[in-house]
Nanobody, 127 residues
């Protein structure tokens, strides 16, 4: 079992920045990759970014490239999502998730690949 707890979401103005954190606990040695998804009101949950737990490789959704940066601190078992130049369309609940299964080629983007999820942290961007 892996537990994930997100933090850092808040109300911010467009153009501002935020850093979201996701603290992992439990059997963190099983984590293959960790990622962020988001769900805007009335929309499906979508992939945002992910990072491999060991090597630090990253992938991003095309819609956030250049503004979002995912990173991790293995010593703290924490994954971060730095969001710059926030837009109103970034308003969503942001979820942290991790992959503990093996056999993947690269880092998965699909929700079904992620075994454990946090409760989410809300980001609201005002114009």
């Amino acid at each position: 079992q892996v537990q994930l707890v997100e933090s850092g979401g808040e109300l911010v103005q467009a153009g501002g920045s935020l850093r979201l954190s996701c603290a992992a606990s439990g059997r963190t040695s099983r984590i293959y990759a960790a990622g962020w998804f988001r769900q805007a009101p009335g929309k499906e949950r979508e992939f945002v970014a992910a990072i491999s737990w060991s090597g630090g490789s990253t992938i991003y959704a095309d819609s956030v490239k250049g503004r979002f940066t995912i990173s991790r601190d293995n010593a703290k078992n924490t994954v971060y999502l730095q969001i710059n130049a926030l837009k109103t369309e970034d308003t969503a609940v942001y979820y942290c998730a991790c992959v503990t299964s093996t056999g993947w080629i690269g880092i998965p983007r699909t929700r079904s690949a992620y075994d454990y999820w946090g409760q989410g942290t809300r980001v609201t961007v005002s114009s």
